[in-house]
């Protein structure tokens, strides 16, 4: 596996870790009569996570997600393009995205609307791809795309981050601002990109 493959590869195994510390363990689990011998460690590990997991979480998002781009970089750079990378790749951003989504929801940072937009898109576009391929058409990757999954590694930072650092300075919430501009150009993409693609599944 070369070195790009292995930075795609590292955004997904990092996705379980950025979980643990975002997500508290469920009171159902602690509570269990099976693992009363964990209990006190557990209610310790929920205390942690409760002050300091986000933070933890956004570090592990941020590093996750600074690997792409770099991976796609570096494998054009070096020729080290493959079916494998082309696979992996889109598949580590949508793993990424949604889970820091899913946990955002769960921890009531953001609306289910936010998160349903950025990963309804993600369904269509993904589909639309399937049936491109299908086909034998390689649909290729729009700036506009890369846009939005700028805005949505910003967005998603600054709500992890509790609208650190710009919380010194203003009350006004950042992250809030941050997702409505993410969740918009998201729309719009999404919307470009059945207008230039939606041929694939017309009848005709």
Known sequence: MNLPNKLTLSRIILVPFFMVFIIPIPDWVVNMPLLSWLCSEMKAFNSFISTYG????????I???????????????????????????????????????????????????????IIGREFIVT??????????????????????????????????????PFSYFTNVNVDTYAMFIAVVITAYSGVDYILKNGKVISEN
Not at 54 to 61: D, G, L, N, S
Not at 133 to 145: D, F, P, Q, R, T
């Open 63 to 117: 590093i996750a997600s600074s690997t792409d781009g770099v991976d796609g970089y570096i494998a054009r750079k070096t020729k080290q393009v493959t079916t494998l990378g082309k696979f992996l790749d889109p598949i580590a951003d949508k793993l990424l995205v949604t889970a820091a989504l899913i946990a955002l929801v769960s921890n009531n940072t953001i609306t289910g609307w936010s998160a349903m937009v």
């Open 54 to 61: 986000r933070y933890f979480a956004a570090i592990i998002f």
């Open 127 to 164: 589909g639309l791809r399937l049936v491109a391929a299908g086909e034998g058409i390689v649909i290729a990757a729009s700036k506009l795309g890369k846009v939005k999954m700028v805005t949505q590694t910003i967005a998603i930072s600054i709500a992890l981050l509790d609208n650190f």
